[in-house]
């Protein structure tokens, strides 16, 4: 089965990072602003991070969820993940060092000179 282009868009679409904390919004935003908060963190920590904004929130429960949406994140390489110590630390930054090598122009494909 293969995916129209406007599918694929909308599946890997860059994230948007809510700006303030909402009540109202979906789970997947307010587990990406509890991560912007923390810049990074594991599941659990995102969990407690949305509990401090919001007290309805039960952050036993919702470690599962964001474990899930997490994971589902970097599957799609919209999040970068690390493991440190067995556990799975995320965060936004998909880019940390610049690229420090050289381009060979030779080894170009046609058209991309």
Do not use: C, W
Not at 17 to 34: G, L, Q, W
């Amino acid at each position: 089965m293969s995916v129209s282009d406007q599918d694929f868009r909308e599946e890997f679409k860059p994230l948007h990072i809510p700006a303030h904390y909402m009540p109202d919004d979906s789970d997947e935003d307010k587990i990406i602003y509890a991560l912007a908060q923390l810049e990074e963190g594991t599941p659990d920590e995102v969990a407690m991070e949305i509990s401090k904004h919001d007290s309805s929130i039960n952050a036993e429960h919702f470690k599962t969820k964001a474990a899930s949406v997490l994971h589902i994140l970097y599957e799609k390489g919209l999040i970068k993940g690390i493991n440190k110590n067995g556990a799975t630390y995320y965060n936004l930054s998909k880019i940390t060092k610049a690229n420090d090598g050289a381009i060979d122009p030779e080894l170009l494909a046609p058209g991309l000179d």
